[in-house]
């Protein structure tokens, strides 16, 4: 559970640091506004979102929902009334478990994938829009669980690296080198861990799109590829490549294999399904993913990476800066996490991200300059005390709802000095040439992700801070009276 932003609210209220937030006063009247207890099934949370699954969305009062103190916006996705409180969410919803006896459901990550449930067109049909929601939400779950490994391995690859670099004979320690076969494990097994999350967003059964993607990773197929030795299957010659790391050959082999089983288990007959079934399944799939599928998808995923570094070629590493500046916008479209995919392809083709990870920090940056020029300028204290914890929860956590939310939807100035320091800052960082070797977190620590290319993103980050802080002073707001509850 990530509590960083949340549990620093809470340590400093308790030493009087901020503005009192009464949080049973908010889950009394947060609770009167969703229909009460009586209309609720369970009660979750991510970083920033009270998730109250309920009986019937017809009883909530969303406009007196939206008006409670602290909350800044509700979302209804995923079959869930989503209530964003950022900061203020891990005392809401202790109360709201402690004194309602809700039941409670297990934590989720904070992706927002559901944002991202397709929609119809205005005339109600499936244009493109809805398609590529689909395609983004299907990705974006298949991912999820596997961008989280990816990020922990990313760090401690990272932590042994400066350990080397520091202390150059630690690299030939024993425990030095099991921990380095550990940090490489979810790289180099990437279509393994890529399988599985496309058969559980699937509902598929997960076995059958693993022992695919091992076909790729089996050592003696991998010797064949290393030694040119040829191959052939039905007179067909294989292509040899070198399958780890790779990102669409899972896909795809998931994807058929999740189509063969639903055929197979249907038409072959009860008495024969638990035997035939999975024989078919293999047998089938097996052939059409090395001669077909997984050379398709490598040479998709090359031109993948070719477009956006011929995009950062031509730009000078302009577009990050591009990217830093809009990224507010991706992010309250649902639209980010149509970048996962193309940012993983880039990591595993090229071995670093010039684009999207400088972007997203360099973003998350610019929201907390942006919500401290904000805490400065602002007469309000409840507004200051918030802007507050978005700074720690944006620059140090790398959570950038609660401000997008909470200061620059509420305000809309903020988001000129948002978009000018991201803007300006990424373009510093991207012509400096700064590129993240490891997946990791869009925060100020993400910072050891580009080893030798630290300067240039701190660079970044300072310039990305300095403009957007100031900026936002600058241009001001339109500030919020003490008595008013905006």
């Known amino acids: ?13 308790k030493r009087g640091k901020f503005m009192s937030f009464d949080e049973k006063k908010v889950t009394s009247e947060i609770m009167n506004a969703i229909g009460g207890k009586e209309n609720v099934n369970s009660v979750t949370h991510c970083v920033t979102r009270l998730r109250f699954n309920l009986k019937d969305k017809q009883k909530v009062n969303n406009e007196n929902l939206k008006k409670i103190e602290g909350v800044l916006d509700v979302v209804y996705a995923a079959g869930q009334c989503q209530v964003i409180l950022g900061p203020n969410l891990i005392p809401v919803y202790d109360c709201v478990v402690n004194d309602y006896n809700l039941s409670e459901e297990e934590v989720v990550d904070e992706n927002h994938i559901e944002d991202l449930e397709p929609k119809n067109d205005k005339n109600g049909k499936k244009g493109f829009r809805y398609y590529l929601d689909v395609v983004i939400q299907f990705l974006s779950s298949s991912l999820a669980p596997f961008i989280t490994v990816l990020y922990g391995a990313g760090m401690l690859r990272v932590v042994i690296v400066l350990a080397a ?11 030095y080198i099991m921990f380095n076969y550990m940090s490489q494990v979810p790289f180099y097994f990437m279509p393994v861990f890529v399988a599985y999350g496309c058969a559980k967003t699937l509902k598929a059964n997960p076995a059958f799109a693993i022992a695919i993607s091992l076909s790729l990773l089996y050592p003696d197929f991998v010797s064949a590829v290393t030694n040119g030795t040829a191959l052939t299957m039905f007179g067909i010659p294989v292509t040899l490549v070198k399958y780890s790391s790779t990102l669409l050959p899972a896909i795809f082999g998931a994807l058929l294999t999740w189509k063969l089983e639903k055929l ?3 038409i072959i007959p009860g008495v024969l399904r638990s035997v035939f079934a999975p024989l078919c399944v293999l047998a089938v799939a097996y052939p059409i993913e090395m001669l077909l599928l997984a050379p398709l998808g490598t040479i998709i995923g090359g031109g993948v990476v070719a477009v956006f570094m011929g995009i950062y070629s031509i730009t000078g590493g302009i577009a990050v800066g591009v990217l830093a500046a809009l990224q507010c916008y991706l992010v309250l479209g649902g639209m980010n996490m149509l970048f996962v ?9 090229l071995g670093y991200d010039p684009v999207f990870r400088p972007g997203w920090i360099l973003h998350n940056v610019a929201e907390g300059g942006a919500a401290l020029g904000v805490a400065l300028k602002t007469k309000n204290k409840q507004l200051k005390s918030d802007a507050i914890s978005c700074v720690i929860g944006a620059t140090i956590s790398g959570v950038s709802e609660p401000s997008i939310y909470g200061i620059d939807v509420r305000l809309k100035k903020p988001f000129i000095g948002v978009m000018l320091g991201g803007f300006v800052g990424g373009c510093v960082a991207g012509i400096m040439g700064a590129k993240a070797y490891s997946m990791g977190y869009s925060s100020l620590l993400g910072v050891v992700l580009f080893q030798d290319t630290m300067i240039a993103i701190v660079a970044g980050i300072i310039v990305t801070f300095v403009v957007s802080a100031v900026t936002t002073y600058i241009i001001g707001f339109q500030d919020i009276p003490e008595n008013k509850n905006a």
């Not at 559970?1 to 209220?13: D, G, L, Y």
């Not at 995919?341 to 083709?349: F, Q, R, W």
């Open 1 to 13: 559970m990530n509590r960083t932003s949340a549990q620093f609210w809470a340590h400093n209220k």
């Open 165 to 175: 670099y520091f202390f150059p004979a630690v690299s030939k320690n024993s425990t």
């Open 264 to 266: 197979f288990y249907r």
């Open 341 to 349: 995919a193309p940012m993983t392809e880039l990591m595993s083709g």
